[in-house]
């Protein structure tokens, strides 16, 4: 069982001491919290709004359903797998939501069958992936066109206008906090959980290290990621409840954009695209930085236009980084042995 | 048996197996891909024509192929990126068409430039669009996957931020119009004078010489290739640069062809690309294909979307069959291709 033993950059989990930290090491795990703090300074410098309570709470509300939609695409990035079908997805089921609540259905009903049919849409990914053994950016390349043509059909030319589903889903605050803060933080622990403690979770981390020795080692390699993918869908589900109350409408490209942002904030904040190593925490670490970035362009006066370069940009930095201290620890490890 | 005749032979790594078994009797004919696509083309066309009787009328052919040129360059970029393995693929495909074309704009509308110079400083752009995945990914050593999808973003809202969300014009000079509207003997000039060289000089390309042989043997065992001698890493940015180019080379046709350059030209299209590379018989994983392959994926494609807008079925939906076309065209290489192709 010695493969389920806690990755050594995984976090404070690690109590292995023979290894002396590195600079690489360092700056692995160092380098996020280091450039969100010196974003929010500059940010702060240049904009007088930045820190008020309304621009932060805004901040929260506005990526709410990202964080979600992230923390799923956490664990799938993990497996090296991922899914590039979540933001038509979401469009899917933010016209499910609307219709439900267009219909008066109790607010309860339609949170339960969201994350339901959510959790639905991930196991046709996840099946497509294990039984037909597709690789995952084929098949959720090609599934996203699928849910992409679906959102259209359903549409059919006519916008449904809809609201929050229910308060704790939704911007509403109390004292001054936005209550969907109290779900998506409720997510990222019981994920941060899984992940360090729980057999699904250690067998993630396995599965990523070394898929082929894993199943040597006995770990049911397509039920993890095949669950992996279904609680994708289902955290897909909650977020487009947050994203209807939002955006406020639902149209034939709604969620579309979400895609890419949420790989962005799983792969900033440094989860390894390799798989096996990274982390839930890490993820929200991205997500602050790529939020505070696009809200700080906007807020510091440079056209919105600008932040899909910036986003970009700060993808293919953290990326290389990533790689490159990878290597080199690699690099070193070997030479240990 | 002796292996499927559409595996290359230089491609058969060091120590595999010399023959494989055929599997079902006739199967070794129809796994084949080309084979099977050539049926299907037939018999798309045969149902097409019968419920339609303009399908088979010269202008819609005419106004079919001009369509196809475009994405079939991009999906012989997407298939020689593919075809070189280790993950190899460019999801920034359809940014990159949109920026070259945003930027050969920029050359003819904002400095005046003639267009056709503009068309080959655009291809000079493409080449270096390309040449920084080929960076990202062979020399810092970021997957593919992640590598393209940033420039994906990148390269698309740049190509925004440039045209501010506007369009930019000025090519309908000097004859420039030629390359996308005209037509040589009934057919698209686009399509004889660009589409079917670049594929015949691909494929000829691929067969007869060095780089050619190359690129199987990398995207088959980059490890044994390395042994040999084969610089693997040149030859995968070599190939990055290529799909940049023949981006390029789809961001000019568009211009001359619909004489604007909208920053939103090729979103999409690294799908349909991927698509095409995928259905014509290109292994995902690399090393295995046939260019003839995708040629025959583009031609089917074509004429199944013709169909479908004869048959008054709308984009959105084209793409959503397309989506399903590229699952179910991968799960079909893993049924009926030779076995021991699962990964």
């Known amino acids: 069982m010695t493969v389920l033993t806690p990755e050594p950059t995984a976090g404070p989990a690690s109590s292995r001491t023979g290894r002396s ?11 996020m919290p280091v450039l969100l703090v010196l974003e929010l300074i500059v940010f702060g410098v240049l904009s007088k709004e930045f820190f008020t309570a309304g621009n932060l709470s805004d901040l929260v509300v506005n990526s709410g359903d990202l964080a979600l939609i992230a923390a799923g695409m956490t664990l799938v990035i993990m497996l090296s797998g991922i899914d590039v079908s979540v933001g038509p997805m979401l469009g899917v089921l933010t016209w499910g939501v609307a219709t439900m609540t267009g219909a008066g259905l109790s607010p309860w009903v339609v949170v339960l069958t969201t994350v339901a049919a959510g959790a639905l849409l991930g196991a046709v990914n996840g099946t497509v992936i294990v039984v037909g053994g597709v690789a995952p950016i084929i098949a959720t390349l090609g599934m996203a066109a699928v849910y992409q043509t679906v959102l259209f059909l359903l549409w059919g030319s006519r916008d449904l206008f809809t609201g929050p589903v229910v308060p704790l889903l939704s911007g509403q605050k109390a004292l001054g906090v936005p209550l969907m803060v109290i779900p998506i933080l409720l997510v990222f622990v019981v994920l941060a959980y899984v992940l360090k403690m729980r057999r699904f979770g250690r067998h993630i981390y396995a599965i990523g290290n070394d898929a082929t020795g894993a199943r040597l080692l006995g770990v049911s390699v397509g039920r993890v990621t095949f669950g992996a993918y279904v609680l994708l869908g289902a955290l897909v589900g909650l977020a487009s409840m947050i994203y209807v109350g939002r955006v406020g409408v639902v149209q034939s490209n709604s969620g579309s954009e979400l895609t890419l942002a949420a790989i962005a904030a799983v792969v900033v904040g440094g989860t390894s695209i390799l798989g096996g190593q990274g982390g839930v925490v890490r993820t929200l670490g991205g997500l602050l930085f790529i939020a505070v970035l696009q809200k700080g362009i906007v807020l510091v006066g440079v056209p919105a236009l600008w932040s899909g370069v910036m986003v970009g940009a700060a ?23 | 048996m002796t292996a499927p005749t559409h595996r290359p032979t230089a491609a058969t790594p060091p120590g595999a197996p010399a023959s494989r078994p055929a599997g079902r009797p006739g199967s070794a004919l129809f796994a084949d891909r080309r084979v099977f696509l050539l049926a299907l083309i037939v018999v798309v066309g045969a149902v097409m024509s019968l419920l339609s009787p303009y399908f088979l009328q010269v202008d819609n052919l005419l106004s079919m192929t001009q369509y196809g040129a475009v994405i079939g360059l991009l999906a012989l ?24 074309g945003v930027f050969m704009g920029l050359l003819t509308q904002s400095a005046g430039l003639s267009p056709w110079l503009a068309a080959v400083l655009a291809l000079v752009f493409g080449a270096f669009l390309g040449l920084i995945n080929g960076i990202l990914v062979g020399v810092i050593g970021i997957p593919p996957l992640i590598a393209t999808l940033s420039t994906l973003y990148f390269y698309g809202s740049l190509a925004n931020v440039i045209t501010n969300g506007k369009q930019f014009g000025g090519f309908d000079r000097q004859g420039f119009s030629f390359l996308g509207q005209g037509a040589v003997a009934g057919v698209p000039v686009q399509v004889l004078l660009v589409l079917i060289p670049a594929f015949a000089i691909a494929a000829w390309a691929m067969k007869r010489t060095r780089s050619g042989q190359h690129t199987y043997e990398v995207g088959t065992s980059d490890r044994a290739a390395a042994l040999v001698g084969v610089d693997v890493r040149r030859l995968r940015i070599g190939l990055y640069v290529l799909a940049g180019v023949l981006a390029a080379v789809g961001a000019v046709v568009t211009n001359s062809w619909l004489l604007t350059a909208r920053p939103s030209a090729g979103t999409g299209f690294e799908l349909q690309a991927i698509t095409i590379a995928v259905l014509g018989g290109i292994n995902i994983f690399g090393g295995r294909g046939h260019l003839s392959g995708v040629f025959l994926a583009v031609v089917l494609v074509v004429v199944v979307n013709t169909g479908l807008q004869l048959a008054g079925v709308g984009n959105s939906v084209q793409v959503g069959i397309l989506g399903a076309l590229l699952i179910v065209s991968v799960l079909l290489n893993r049924v009926i291709g030779p076995r021991g192709e699962r990964p």
């Open chain 1, 21 to 31: 930290i590195s600079s690489a090491t360092l700056l692995r795990s160092g380098l």
């Open chain 1, 315 to 337: 993808v293919a930095l953290a990326v290389s980084v990533d790689v490159i201290t990878r290597r080199q620890v690699d690099r070193r490890e070997r030479g240990n042995r």
């Open chain 2, 77 to 100: 970029g997407q298939a020689l990126v593919i075809l070189g393995g280790g993950g190899g693929i460019d999801l920034s495909i359809g940014s990159s068409l949109s920026l070259s």
